[in-house]
């Protein structure tokens, strides 16, 4: 089981921390929450039934993990004058809700099909199709509009 | 830009440096809180010294954070009572810093987080060198001056904070020698 999920960590690194980094809204948060959310794996693998993937499993840990660094992280306060070195992200993600968002990012960063997304976040396939395919609904119609 | 190309520039793909070490040292060493109150309970329940409990749970309180830099500590201290408030060092392997603040909140901090605030009880920092002076209004509007303190060398921030662990604050002004507002916070 550990060998398992060793593999799973070097082999999905760059996905793992992408997801994570999307969710928490900031790069140094979201690969802590990742290192995190695999040392809770490594502590709770016996705790793992096989009822599910255990892809889909981690994947659970990793989201949830990313969720509370999002929560506990710092409020960013605005400079005096605006910032020349910022820019703002061009995708108006604030336009999801919550769900959208991490469904957008497990689909599009970890190339995660219908079935793995509602395991690791325990909704319907359904759902997850659905709620996909608002969400990017939302998304093209706000690029276009930036766009036009 | 369609939203694939979008999403592609939100959190671009990089080449990632594993850290499994870091994964199986976390696992060794990181209690959940809820493990601890649960020794400090059963030690409190069955024939333990309540004390005693109350001590464990009180060393289980976070210190600074793995990645600090221990060789390189700073510190601030509440002036009334010598209190230590905020240990501050060097955050290894980054250009950040690493704090523990007295009132258990801990982290790692980037240097891109140019200016952060925490409340409450209020508490922040910011790269800015040019920062001297830092106030707040509580609620009913009267002016407080935060405490200041400025590290340099790795460290190289400055610090605010409130000594009054409850009081209520808003719209904290940063500003330089001049008197200048170099940030200010909108709430």
Known sequence: ??????????????????????????????????????????RKRRSFRGTGTLEAWVWRIVVNAARDARRRRPELVEPAEPSTNGHAPVIPL?????????????????????????DALQISPGTVGSTLNAARRTLRAALEEVSS | MNELEALDEYVPLRMETPAWDDVLRRARTRRSPRFLVAVGV?????????????VLLHDAKPGLPS?????????????????????????????????????????????????????????????????????ATTFGGKPVNLLVRQFRG?????????????????????????????????K
């Open chain 1, 1 to 42: 089981m550990l060998d398992e999920l060793e593999d799973f960590y070097r082999t999905n690194l760059g996905d793992l921390r992408r997801v994570a980094t999307a969710i928490a809204g900031d790069r140094e948060l979201g690969c802590d929450a990742v290192q995190e959310a695999f040392a809770r794996a490594v």
């Open chain 2, 154 to 186: 790795r460290i190289n921030a400055t610090f605010f904070f409130e000594a009054k662990r409850f009081a209520l604050l808003r719209n904290i002004v940063l500003r330089d020698r001049h008197g200048h507002v170099i940030v200010r916070l909108r």
């Open chain 2, 42 to 54: 059963a030690l409190a329940v069955f024939g333990g010294a309540p004390a005693l409990a109350v």
């Open chain 2, 67 to 135: 990645g600090a830099d221990r060789s390189n500590v700073a510190i601030m201290l509440e002036p009334h009572t010598g209190r230590i408030v905020l240990e501050v060092a060097p955050w290894k392997g980054h250009d950040g810093f690493c704090y523990f603040a007295f009132f258990n909140r801990s982290g790692c901090v980037p240097r891109s987080h140019q200016t952060v605030v925490m409340a409450p009880p209020m508490f922040g920092w910011t790269f800015d060198p040019r920062v001297v002076e830092a106030t």
């Open chain 1, 94 to 118: 604030d336009l999801l809700t919550e769900r959208q968002r991490e469904i957008v990012f497990l689909h599009y960063y970890a190339d995660l099909d219908y079935a793995a997304i509602a």
